[in-house]
């Protein structure tokens, strides 16, 4: 069979019939042009959007380039270029493009007009929304895609509650972007993700539940809620963590909870006690996986600079409904489980690549780990980049992670942009103090156990395979780019500019240093490359363990 083909097959085979049924409709769907009516009707009043903690936080704001944007100039995913609002089109990516069709950006012009009262910022803003509205007819591309729909209805709400009475007395304006988010809302209706699902499809659902409200559409709300209120059942595990197990999609996927059970406060809807359990958990989930990292753990399809901040979540949490994070160090369903010793913290990936009908945004990356020390990343995976581009292959490959590959052969059949065929199994972990020992089988039927200790201001990391004798075997350690990896003697020195902050000694096997390749590319924030050392351990596989451990400075000052 054609090796296309059998990616092809493989895949399809993980994927659910509504995904099935939904991808030979999808053409149609998108390529449709929807009629949609008037609304005649008032929206509803008093229903507040903005959650300051989230919507005016400093580190947030910061995104975004004001002086830029009074310009059309946007700066989004760490990529600047200028836009024609009258055809409102960048020469960029596809998930630029999306992105440029959030308005997330609008959101730092409001801010700045509630901060100063300067109506230069209502004006260009009012520009934005009605060359978007003129550029963009009814259902015709990335403008009307149902995910950017998701997304820009509730920023235009946020930008909207935070203009107040500017925005309420231009009456004009006022009624034409009603027309307009009426419209979007009934296209959305309309183009649900069901051959997507997964965040997706929630993203759809959270708007179509606050359209309807704002909208006074009872008979669209209710039914909504009770979908919403399903699927959230089934996109958050027990252990708190969003099912796609990427703490970039979990932190996206907690605001969305934060501004339903908000929303849903303000009218007094019965459904919200069963969304404060949900909230709980997965605020305790990123507390404890993010605890001493330093920043967003690259696991997964994620990364810092798109999502809000931890601290910002976790502030919301409590400021709207009182729950503070309970720390805890195993999260058994999305395989994730963190050890400490004094300054340094270790997360540790012992799960599934996601679900099986939702593997997108999954890695090659089962029992990799990270490691900071003083809260400052020292052992990290390569992170993502972008979803389009000739390195996605790489962010998403075995190699890029900080574990190992057997003859070559990759843990799972990422391909495409987001597509799996055959995946890894057997998945298995144990954490008992300072140890965690996990395991798997790849795509290809080779077996990896990996033993992780850390105590005493020391690290091993060892290895078995089950395989062919004979196999070349390649364990991965890459090195965070403010390091430097220096040769000394039959150790590896790590420096921090001129002082040492550990040695690595290779255990029954050989190391070299790679600082060329693909292999050294290094993106802890979309559209941000970066370059960093990776230590290379090599040996043939065989029935002993093999790996390498790291003894730390007790006088370095992380």
């Known amino acids: 069979m054609d090796s296309r083909l059998l990616l092809y097959c493989n895949t399809i085979r993980f994927l659910r019939p509504v995904q099935m049924a939904g991808q030979l409709v999808k053409p149609l769907v998108m390529k449709s042009a929807p009629s949609v009516k008037e609304y005649r009707g008032s929206v509803r009043k008093g229903l507040k959007t903005v959650i300051p903690v989230l919507d005016l936080d400093p580190e947030y704001l910061a995104r975004f380039?004001?002086?830029?944007?009074?310009?059309?100039?946007?700066?989004?995913?760490?990529?600047?270029?200028?836009?024609?609002?009258?055809?409102?089109?960048?020469?960029?990516?596809?998930?630029?493009?999306?992105?440029?069709?959030?308005?997330?950006?609008?959101?730092?012009?409001?801010?700045?007009?509630?901060?100063?009262?300067?109506?230069?910022?209502?004006?260009?803003?009012?520009?934005?929304?009605?060359?978007?509205?003129?550029?963009?007819?009814?259902?015709?591309?990335?403008?009307?895609?149902?995910?950017?729909?998701?997304?820009?209805?509730?920023?235009?709400?946020?930008?909207?509650?935070?203009f107040g009475g500017i925005f309420q007395q231009d009456d004009g304006f006022r009624d034409e972007v009603r027309q307009s988010m009426y419209a979007q809302y009934q296209v959305l209706l309309k183009r649900q993700e069901l051959w997507q699902l997964g965040n997706h499809y929630l993203e759809n659902l959270k708007t179509i539940v606050?359209?309807?409200?704002?909208?006074?559409?009872?008979?669209?709300?209710?039914?909504?809620?009770?979908?919403?209120?399903?699927?959230?059942?089934?996109?958050?595990?027990?252990?708190?963590?969003?099912f796609e197990r990427s703490l970039l999609y979990h932190k996206i996927v907690l605001e969305d909870m934060l501004r339903i059970a908000y929303w849903l406060k303000q009218t007094n809807r019965p459904q919200l006690r069963r969304l404060i359990p949900v909230i709980q958990k997965m605020v305790s989930a990123l507390a404890s996986l993010e605890n001493?990292?330093?920043?967003?753990?690259?696991?997964?399809?994620?990364?810092?600079?798109?999502?809000?901040?931890?601290?910002?979540?976790?502030?919301?949490?409590?400021?709207?409904?009182?729950?503070?994070?309970?720390?805890?160090?195993?999260?058994?369903?999305?395989?994730?489980?963190?050890?400490?010793?004094?300054?340094?913290?270790?997360?540790?990936?012992?799960?599934?690549?996601?679900?099986?009908?939702?593997?997108?945004?999954?890695?090659?990356?089962?029992?990799?780990?990270?490691?900071?020390?003083?809260?400052?990343?020292?052992?990290?995976?390569?992170?993502?980049?972008?979803?389009?581009?000739?390195?996605?292959?790489?962010?998403?490959?075995?190699?890029?992670?900080n574990t190992l590959t057997i003859g070559g052969r990759e843990q799972s059949e990422c391909?495409?942009?987001?597509?799996?065929?055959?995946?890894?199994?057997?998945?298995?972990?144990?954490?008992?103090?300072?140890?965690?020992?996990?395991?798997?089988?790849?795509?290809?039927?080779?077996?990896?156990?990996?033993?992780?200790?850390?105590?005493?201001?020391?690290?091993?990391?060892?290895?078995?395979?089950?395989?062919?004798?004979?196999?070349?075997?390649?364990?991965?350690?890459?090195?965070?780019?403010?390091?430097?990896?220096?040769?000394?003697?039959?150790?590896?020195?790590v420096m921090m500019e001129q002082a040492p902050v550990c040695t690595i000694l290779a255990v029954d096997c050989t190391a070299v240093i790679r600082e060329s390749g693909d292999i050294c590319c290094y993106s802890e924030q979309f559209g941000k490359l970066d370059r960093a050392s990776v230590l290379d351990f090599r040996w043939k596989s065989d029935e002993k363990q093999h790996g390498f451990l790291v003894h730390f400075n007790p006088e370095t000052g992380l």
């Open 65 to 162: 380039d004001l002086e830029n944007l009074q310009r059309s100039v946007f700066f989004l995913l760490n990529e600047t270029h200028a836009v024609d609002i009258s055809v409102w089109k960048a020469d960029a990516s596809p998930l630029w493009n999306f992105h440029l069709h959030y308005f997330e950006y609008a959101i730092a012009l409001a801010a700045r007009y509630s901060q100063t009262n300067d109506s230069r910022f209502y004006w260009k803003f009012r520009e934005l929304v009605r060359g978007w509205i003129a550029a963009n007819p009814v259902g015709r591309g990335d403008a009307w895609h149902p995910y950017t729909i998701s997304m820009r209805l509730p920023n235009w709400c946020i930008c909207f509650d935070l």
């Open 210 to 242: 606050f359209c309807s409200c704002l909208f006074n559409e009872p008979a669209v709300l209710e039914p909504y809620t009770r979908r919403l209120l399903r699927e959230i059942e089934e996109e958050i595990l027990p252990d708190g963590m969003h």
């Open 292 to 401: 001493g990292m330093g920043r967003t753990p690259l696991f997964n399809d994620a990364g810092d600079g798109s999502a809000k901040t931890s601290a910002a979540l976790i502030r919301a949490a409590k400021e709207l409904f009182d729950l503070a994070p309970v720390l805890s160090d195993a999260f058994i369903h999305s395989g994730y489980y963190k050890i400490y010793d004094g300054s340094a913290a270790l997360m540790f990936d012992a799960g599934e690549i996601g679900p099986p009908y939702m593997a997108g945004h999954g890695h090659c990356d089962c029992l990799s780990f990270e490691l900071s020390l003083g809260g400052e990343p020292l052992f990290v995976n390569s992170g993502t980049y972008a979803y389009q581009g000739p390195l996605r292959g790489y962010f998403r490959s075995t190699r890029a992670h």
């Open 415 to 493: 391909w495409g942009e987001h597509r799996v065929a055959r995946r890894i199994s057997h998945v298995r972990a144990e954490k008992s103090g300072q140890r965690i020992i996990g395991a798997y089988q790849n795509s290809h039927g080779d077996l990896h156990t990996r033993v992780v200790f850390l105590a005493g201001r020391s690290l091993s990391v060892l290895d078995a395979t089950g395989t062919r004798p004979g196999q070349d075997v390649h364990s991965y350690l890459h090195i965070a780019p403010h390091f430097s990896l220096v040769p000394c003697g039959s150790l590896f020195q």
